[in-house]
């Protein structure tokens, strides 16, 4: 079936360094995709979304890059804080799906000092 | 601010009872997602509803069962609580175009 991936399950990044997390997606009719951040014992929290007709999109410190040639999706987070150390996922949704997204397994994040 | 919220953070049952999880959310949302998140498995779909009434079985749906009476409400059901599902519950909900938006999890522990 169709599925979500992530390459690296665990990144570690020093503090004010730049974070990059990686997803690959499969599903080719995919046309929308979100970054969530899962903190130890909470629910996942959306970062920042970007829809198929788009190749990059910037919010606070974050950029979200979709590559539909190699469905590819990455998240690039600026000058990362203690406060970034959580599981990022990404998920995928078609517009056909009533609104059900597709996740990935998660990228452990550890920033140190 | 968006809010979805679930009943309990935390609850620890015996092997055999029954256990309500309720989840609620102030978005209007049509559609509403209840998960189970496992390490190293991720978040695996159990049900959802896209209505009041309805419900569509996710990937995981044995043992479990939801009620949707109310468009803010989606219950899930544990008719007979096993230790294999002891889990964190995940519910989520979501409108046509937009993300899922999460509650903060219930960690359920069977006995």
């Known amino acids: 079936g169709e599925s979500v991936g992530l390459h690296l399950p665990t990144l570690s990044v020093q503090e004010g360094d730049n974070s990059i997390i990686n997803c690959a997606y499969s599903n080719s009719a995919s046309d929308y995709f979100i970054w969530y951040k899962q903190e130890s014992g909470k629910g996942p929290q959306f970062i920042i979304d970007i829809r198929s007709n788009m190749d990059k999109r910037q919010g606070q410190r974050v950029t979200v890059l979709l590559n539909k040639t190699v469905k590819h999706l990455s998240l690039q987070i600026a000058a990362t804080q203690p406060g970034d150390s959580a599981v990022y996922f990404c998920a995928e949704n078609t517009t056909d799906s009533w609104g059900k997204f597709q996740f990935g397994a998660g990228t452990q994040v550890v920033v140190t000092p | 601010d968006v809010k979805v919220t679930q009943s309990s953070r935390y609850l620890v049952k015996r092997t055999g009872e029954k256990v309500f999880l309720e989840c609620v959310q102030d978005m209007d949302h049509e559609n509403m997602f209840w998960y189970r998140q496992d390490p190293g498995l991720g978040l695996r779909l159990i049900y959802f509803?896209?209505?009041?009434?309805?419900?569509e079985k996710g990937d995981i749906p044995e043992g479990y069962s939801v009620s949707r009476e109310k468009k803010e409400r989606f219950s899930l059901i544990l008719e007979s609580a096993s230790t294999n599902q002891t889990s964190m519950y995940l519910c989520?909900?979501?409108?046509?175009?937009?993300?899922?938006?999460f509650g903060p999890g219930t960690r359920l522990t069977v006995l």
């Open positions: 509803s896209y209505d009041v009434k309805m419900k």
């Open positions: 989520a909900s979501s409108s046509s175009g937009t993300g899922e938006f």
